[in-house]
Structures are given as structure tokens and as C-alpha cells.
């Protein structure tokens, strides 16, 4: 069993930044590549970002690719979530996830992960 718990999540207006954590407790963090995805209001879960588990390679969608970051720190069992020039359209509940995957491998289906967090909200007013 891995737990997530992600944070960082708030308001803050066009233009700014936020970066979110997500803390993973349990079994072995760095067996685990990890994701973040997002649920905006009247929408279907979308894919940000993901993150193999070394955390040497990494995958963005096109709909945040240059303004998202993601990285892992697996000394401190957390992955991050750097979002810069956010939007309005940025207004979502994140979520982390991890899914068991061979060590240069990452995904962007989240019907690959196996573990989640509970979610943190982010506000992006205009």
C-alpha cells in the first residue's frame, strides 16, 4: 500500500505561480513512477503531467507543456508539481497518483495507476 497526500493547492491569480507536493508513504517510493492529473468543474479527469522513477524522464500534455514542471525527490519520498504562468482554464482539483511500472517507464492512463491521493484545489482567477 503507498498513501498520497497532496498540498500546495489555492488561489492565486492569471499569471502566477504554484508549486504542489505530494508525499507518498508506505512501500518503497522510488518503485513507482508518478502523475498528476486534474478534474476541473463539469469535466471528465485529464492528464498534466507524469514522471518515470528516477525522475529522468518525463511527459507533459500538450495543454500544460512549458508552464508545468515535474520532478521527484526520492530521498524525501515526495513528487512536486512547479506550475508557472498559470490560467483561469488552470482551475482544478490535482491529484497525485503512482502506478508499478518498470524503471524507465511512465503513463499517462490513469486506469495505470494504482494508488491516489485525495486531491488539492487549485484556483486560478482572472
Known amino acids: 500500500q503507498v498513501q498520497l497526500v497532496e498540498s500546495g493547492g489555492g488561489l492565486v491569480q492569471a499569471g502566477g505561480s504554484l508549486r504542489l507536493s505530494c508525499a507518498a508513504s508506505g512501500r518503497s517510493f522510488s518503485s513507482y513512477a508518478m502523475g498528476w492529473f486534474r478534474r476541473a468543474p463539469g469535466k471528465e479527469r485529464e492528464f498534466a503531467a507524469t514522471?518515470?522513477?528516477?525522475?529522468?524522464?518525463?511527459y507533459y500534455s500538450n495543454s500544460v507543456r512549458g508552464r508545468f514542471t515535474i520532478s521527484r525527490d526520492n530521498a524525501k519520498n515526495t513528487v512536486y508539481l512547479q506550475m508557472n504562468s498559470l490560467k483561469p482554464e488552470d482551475t482544478a482539483v490535482y491529484y497525485c497518483a503512482a502506478a508499478a511500472l518498470g524503471s524507465s517507464w511512465y503513463a499517462i492512463d490513469p486506469r495505470t495507476y494504482d494508488y491516489w491521493g485525495q486531491g488539492t484545489q487549485v484556483t486560478v482567477s482572472s
Open positions: 514522471i518515470n522513477r528516477s525522475g529522468g524522464d518525463t
